[in-house]
């Protein structure tokens, strides 16, 4: 059975991602509310009460502002590092003890022949990590919120089929927008979030021969836009040689729509 996934939402004001092999059904982060995630799920046929589990990467609320909802409505384990279940806890209300599962930075779980593994990513937040899928020899990587992409990211995500990557924001309209510098700071940093630019010249070092699609990510909603991120990205893609559109494609996300489900 091949990989199947969907990225339900993406963007500054939630995030959720779904994969799926045969009867394991994983959702990575609710960061909308219960009645949005259930709605994202209608738009792509899939009946959230066969879920298996829930991942979060990080206790930011655009990424499980509907965590612990979702999980009393559908009853769902939930796995995290222990650092990040220290600072979401207080966030989630009521969780019986068998909802909560840890799963360590830089670990490798099978999920119903799924393997998952984690990875750390450089982001203010108490530990935050992502996650790449594997099975049968097909790769899915998602990676967004990070500040920057190091070669140790790049070698544990090349490979993939499908690329799940930040493109946050255009640094011209981020400089030139309307956030106080503080905040600019922040998400220029080296724990904030990766450019268009910045994602481009990433997936130039990641994408081989076996990457068929790039889904662009976490777009900043005052600081980018889908057509600049795209246009961005896929101009120094061509310059590098990579045939867009032919044997790579580029894909848009938005934080209220799920792209449909797609088989790798």
């Not at 298996?52 to 655009?62: A, F, G, K, N, Y």
């Not at 990513?121 to 990587?141: L, Q």
């Given at each position: 059975m091949t990989l199947q996934f969907s990225v339900l939402a993406s963007g500054s004001t939630g995030n959720a991602f779904y994969i799926e092999s045969g009867e394991e059904k994983i959702l990575v982060d609710a960061g909308l509310s219960g009645k949005k995630i259930e709605g994202l799920f209608d738009q792509i046929n899939v009946d959230p009460h066969e879920l298996?589990?829930?991942?979060?990467?990080?206790?930011?609320?655009?990424h499980i502002k509907g965590l612990g909802i979702m999980a009393r409505r559908y009853n769902l384990p939930i796995y995290a590092n222990e650092k990040t279940w220290q600072a979401m806890e207080g966030q989630l209300g009521k969780l019986s003890v068998d909802?909560?599962?840890?799963?360590?930075?830089?670990?490798?779980?099978?999920?119903?022949?799924?393997?998952?593994?984690?990875?750390?990513?450089?982001?203010?937040?108490?530990?935050?990590?992502?996650?790449?899928?594997?099975?049968?020899?097909?790769?899915?990587?998602?990676?967004?919120?990070?500040?920057y992409v190091s070669e140790r990211i790049k070698k544990t995500v090349e490979g993939s089929d499908a690329l799940i990557f930040e493109s946050n924001h255009d640094v011209s309209m981020l400089r030139m927008g309307r956030y106080p510098w503080n905040v600019k700071r922040r998400i220029l940093g080296d724990s904030g979030h990766v450019s268009n630019e910045?994602?481009?010249?990433?997936?130039?070092?990641?994408?081989?021969?076996?990457?068929?699609?790039?889904?662009?990510?976490?777009?900043?909603?005052?600081?980018?836009?889908?057509?600049?991120?795209?246009?961005?990205?896929?101009d120094v893609l061509k310059e590098r040689g990579f045939e867009i559109g032919t044997r790579i494609e580029v894909h848009d996300t938005d934080p209220a729509e799920a792209t449909p489900l797609y088989k790798v």
């Open positions: 298996s589990r829930v991942l979060v990467t990080h206790e930011h609320s655009d909802q909560k599962f840890h799963f360590n930075m830089e670990e490798t779980k099978d999920f119903g022949g799924i393997d998952v593994q984690s990875f750390a990513v450089s982001h203010d937040a108490a530990e935050p990590m992502f996650y790449t899928f594997h099975k049968d020899g097909r790769k899915i990587s998602l990676v967004t919120d990070l500040g910045d994602c481009a010249l990433a997936l130039c070092d990641i994408m081989d021969d076996q990457t068929k699609r790039v889904y662009l990510a976490h777009l900043s909603k005052d600081n980018n836009m889908k057509d600049l991120a795209r246009m961005s990205v896929e």
